[in-house]
């Protein structure tokens, strides 16, 4: 059964950072993408990051150059490490897989999500 739990949410101060991290089990971490999603309030979903051993690492241009995917096989945790962060970040975050090795495919294992608020 796969399994994804994410922690490292916070409150910050715009401009701070924060490192999430995705532990996984159930499943071979290299079969799979890896993507980081947000939700803001009144907002929907947005895919804003993935890594894959098919597709690298992942960005929407509102996150490049600030946030950074990156994955310890051993250790199967993905982190999201997120700099100069902004009030418009503020959102609940999940991880979730693909198994095809996608990251413009279909997800259907999320975790429960880690809240990040940006706030002065």
């Known amino acids: 059964e796969v399994q994804l739990v994410e922690s490292g949410g916070g409150l910050v101060q715009p401009g701070g950072s924060l490192r999430l991290s995705c532990a996984a089990s159930g499943f071979t971490f290299d079969d799979y993408a890896i993507g980081w999603f947000r939700q803001a309030p009144g907002k929907g979903r947005e895919g804003i990051s993935c890594?894959?051993?098919?597709?690298?690492?992942t960005y929407i241009d509102s996150v490049k150059g600030r946030f950074t995917i990156s994955s310890d096989n051993g250790k199967n945790t993905v982190y999201l490490q997120m700099n100069s962060l902004k009030p418009e970040d503020t959102a609940v975050y999940h991880c979730?897989?693909?198994?095809?090795?996608?990251?413009?495919?279909?997800?259907?294992?999320w975790g429960q999500g880690t809240q990040v608020t940006v706030s002065s």
């Open positions: 890594i894959s051993s098919r597709d690298g690492s």
């Open positions: 979730a897989t693909d198994r095809d090795r996608d990251c413009g495919g279909e997800y259907d294992n």
